[in-house]
């Protein structure tokens, strides 16, 4: 069956960087884009980009542009996301997310478990 | 790009029905159907319930439904139960490949 599977919670010091992994299993990883959405304790769901894995191209949301890189490494069928630059209110949990399928690609059909990346001095 | 406009709470009664807007612009609600909704209970992942404004995906109750209307799409649960008490988020397609979330519902089962 289809897993995503991420690395564990994190706690970082501002100004330091983050890298969280999204290890896939059960369907070609190549076929599916990986997105990743955070969200902040207690707040709402925030799109940070996405990745098509078959040729690595990402997309940043201009939020984060110029501070997060996406990249994967399709033998380990593995995304990874690193956030560089930390402040405090990074401070959420960072999910990573796999397209519906190969035609509805602007929604989720499935999720990783979720890591929380804690920025604290 | 701002985020999805929606209330920050709704209720209803078992049984009821209720449902929860989710207004944008002629940028991304008004300009695409890719409007979908996800359940997230609390501590737990988000569900997809609805995509493509209006579609189901498979296993998700027919109790679910999703609208649209201009810049405003709307999910509808008929039939009110205990369990469907969550936090309820839209997101739609904004252009470019930018996907753009609502600020998010609870709904609360009374």
């Known amino acids: 069956q289809v897993q995503l599977v991420q690395s564990g919670a994190e706690v970082a010091k501002p100004g330091a960087s983050v890298k969280v992994f999204c290890k896939t299993s059960?369907?070609?990883?190549?076929?599916?884009?990986i997105h990743w959405v955070r969200q902040a304790p207690g707040q709402r769901l925030e799109w940070m980009g996405w990745?098509?894995?078959?040729?690595?191209?990402?997309k940043y949301s201009q939020r984060f542009q110029g501070r997060v890189t996406f990249t994967r490494d399709t033998s380990a069928t593995t995304a990874y996301m690193e956030l560089r630059n930390l402040k405090s209110e990074d401070t959420a949990i960072y999910y990573c997310?796999?397209?519906?399928?190969?035609?509805?690609?602007?929604?989720?059909?499935?999720w990783g478990q979720g890591t929380l990346v804690t920025v604290s001095s | 790009q701002s985020a999805l406009t929606q209330p920050a709470s709704v209720s209803g009664s078992p049984g009821q029905s209720i449902t929860i807007s989710c207004t944008g612009t002629?940028?991304?609600?008004?300009?695409?159907?890719?409007v979908s909704w996800y359940q997230q209970h609390p501590g737990k992942v988000p569900e997809l319930m609805i995509y493509?404004?209006?579609k189901r995906p498979s296993g998700v109750s027919n109790r679910f439904s999703g609208s649209k209307s201009g810049n405003t799409a709307s999910l509808t649960i008929s039939g009110l139960q205990a369990e469907d008490e969550a936090d309820y988020y839209c997101?739609?397609?904004?252009?470019?490949?930018?996907?753009?979330f609502g600020e998010g519902t609870k709904l609360s089962v009374l």
């Open positions: 997310a796999r397209v519906l399928d190969t035609i509805n690609t602007s929604c989720y059909g499935r």
């Open positions: 990745i098509q894995p078959a040729s690595g191209k990402p």
């Open positions: 997101c739609s397609y904004a252009g470019s490949g930018i996907l753009v």
């Open positions: 002629s940028s991304d609600v008004g300009s695409y159907n890719l």
């Open positions: 493509d404004d209006n």
């Open positions: 059960g369907y070609t990883f190549s076929d599916y884009t």
